[in-house]
């Protein structure tokens, strides 16, 4: 059980904002999931729920979806069934368990910039935007490059609607458990574009040799296994509890040639 010392409901975003930039130590709860992964105890906590962050908008052009929306329920929308074949759906059906996504957030999961993510992959096979309250729209790409805790509040994602076909891969000891490694692999408008999670570190676009591939007129299987040799090359994969280095190397190369030979319909 996680102890509390000082709980705070809020009636605003402005209200909240305030809080988090008071207390130094201060938290913010979606679904609490996350949160109750942890074990130390938490001086202050901000609720966010009531604020209006639950909620899935579509348009022609594109998905917003609310910081409060659970996995679950982003999982069985029918908008993001439809991007890219379903992979982002059948991506988010591969975290931990039904009862758990339905009470895990969208901004927790991404806030959270967790190495074992499984959402977080997937969405690097998109044009997704995040929507902060006080520094405004901010790229998902910027967002995980930067270092160190964003004390700001996470209000929506948005995810652009372009044609797409892509795969997510999850390895893991059982159904049940976090990643020991996971790749996406997608065709975006025809470009390429490659993302490895769970490396152990949080999850990175081999952006080299996606710029390779595009470069690759007539691509065979050859094409697919020099990837995924690339791929190794240039992102670095590290040993944990979960795995070792070098069965990460085998496994991001295994899936990365299998990736792009599925997107690529060969």
Not at 79 to 91: D, K
Not at 114 to 119: A, G, K, Q, T, V
Request: glycine share 10%.
């Amino acid at each position: 059980m996680i102890h509390i010392e000082q709980y705070h409901k809020v009636d605003s975003l402005e209200e909240a904002y305030r809080l988090l930039q008071k207390y130094e130590t201060a938290v913010l709860l979606g679904g609490g999931a996350w949160i109750r992964t942890g074990s130390k105890p938490l001086e202050h906590v901000i609720d966010l729920k009531g604020l209006g962050l639950d909620t899935i908008i579509e348009t022609k052009d594109s998905l917003s979806i609310g910081a409060m929306v659970s996995l679950r329920a982003m999982e069985t929308h029918a908008g993001i069934r439809q991007l890219g074949g379903g992979f982002l759906s059948e991506a988010l059906s591969q975290i931990l368990g039904v009862a758990f996504r339905n009470t895990a957030t969208v901004g927790g999961s991404i806030m959270g910039k967790f190495s074992f993510s499984d959402l977080l992959t997937p969405l690097l096979m998109l044009d997704v935007t995040l929507q902060f309250y006080d520094a405004g729209p901010m790229r998902l790409t910027t967002f995980l490059a930067q270092r160190g805790r964003l004390k700001d509040i996470l209000q929506a994602i948005t995810i652009e609607k372009k044609a797409c076909r892509a795969m997510f891969k999850k390895v893991a000891n059982t159904a049940l458990d976090f990643s020991i490694v996971n790749v996406a692999v997608a065709i975006v408008e025809g470009r390429y574009r490659i993302a490895v999670g769970a490396r152990p570190g949080t999850a990175i676009l081999a952006e080299s040799v996606m710029a390779w591939l595009d470069t690759v007129e007539s691509p065979t299987e050859a094409t697919w296994k020099e990837a995924g040799e690339k791929v190794v090359e240039t992102i670095k994969l590290g040993t944990n509890q979960r795995a070792h280095e070098s069965y990460r190397q085998q496994l991001v190369k295994t899936y990365v040639a299998r990736g792009l030979k599925e997107v690529s319909g060969s």
